[in-house]
């Protein structure tokens, strides 16, 4: 088997665990439509991937970054699920701001840069920052995770599903080197792991029942990224 066809194998392997890491937050949308409140859920990890896919979508076009249908064909529904998570916390967020940067850098690359190849590098680099921006936002809850010693607000499924995307997009990079995507799993994989050691230490002192968040847990209002 050469390693082309490893490559697609592992690509396709990595789609279906990229798609289980998007939809990873059903259960605590789950939860928020049963109470009818964000509780004390922080909309950062959403509004991230919703930026995330954005951008790598963008890399993935053939105008871009020929030849990268896997990237577009996830990247296309990690959009679609990201936005619908997003919208629930549409009040509590500015993320019209991340769409204008968003539309701005794409009119930008397509107007200056004239080859696949500079397309590539700009969007390439804006990926690996906001694929490393998406893999951080859960730093917020983890700092309420010490702060409270609670992980009741910090999903598992989320947790393990950055450290298995991570991992076998780590994997897929490096058969045909990619540092654009190589670097930002790493990244993922790392805080994967931080976060599920963190579930497994504060876990047992997790008040599970309380239907009320802590005041240190209360999100703050938004002025006025769903």
Not at 169 to 185: G, Q, R, T
Request: with cysteine; charged share 10%.
């Amino acid at each position: 088997m050469d390693r082309e066809t490893i490559r697609l194998i592992v690509g396709i392997i990595g789609n279906v665990i990229s798609l289980y890491l998007y939809l990873s937050p059903t259960p605590t949308f789950i939860n928020i439509v049963k109470h009818k409140s964000v509780q004390a859920f922080k909309p950062d990890p959403y509004l991230a991937t919703l930026l995330n896919c954005a951008m790598w979508l963008f890399y993935g076009l053939p105008i871009v970054h020929p030849h990268s249908l896997l990237v577009v064909t996830v990247n296309s529904v990690g959009v679609v699920i990201a936005f619908t998570f997003c919208n629930i916390f549409f009040k509590y967020s500015t993320w019209i701001c991340r769409v204008i940067f968003i539309a701005g850098m794409v009119a930008f690359t397509l107007i200056v840069e004239h080859t696949n190849d500079a397309r590539s590098m700009v969007v390439g680099l804006l990926c690996v920052i906001v694929n490393i921006i998406m893999y951080t936002a859960p730093l917020t809850v983890m700092k309420t995770v010490i702060k409270t010693k609670s992980v009741r607000y910090m999903p598992i499924c989320l947790s393990f599903g950055n450290l298995l995307n991570g991992s076998i997009w780590v994997v897929y990079a490096a058969l045909e080197f990619d540092p654009f995507i190589m670097i930002p799993n790493v990244i993922g994989a790392i805080s994967g792991i931080i976060q599920i050691a963190l579930y497994v230490k504060y876990k047992k002192t997790t008040n599970w029942e309380d239907d009320e968040p802590p005041n240190e847990l209360e999100m703050p209002p938004a002025p006025s990224n769903a």
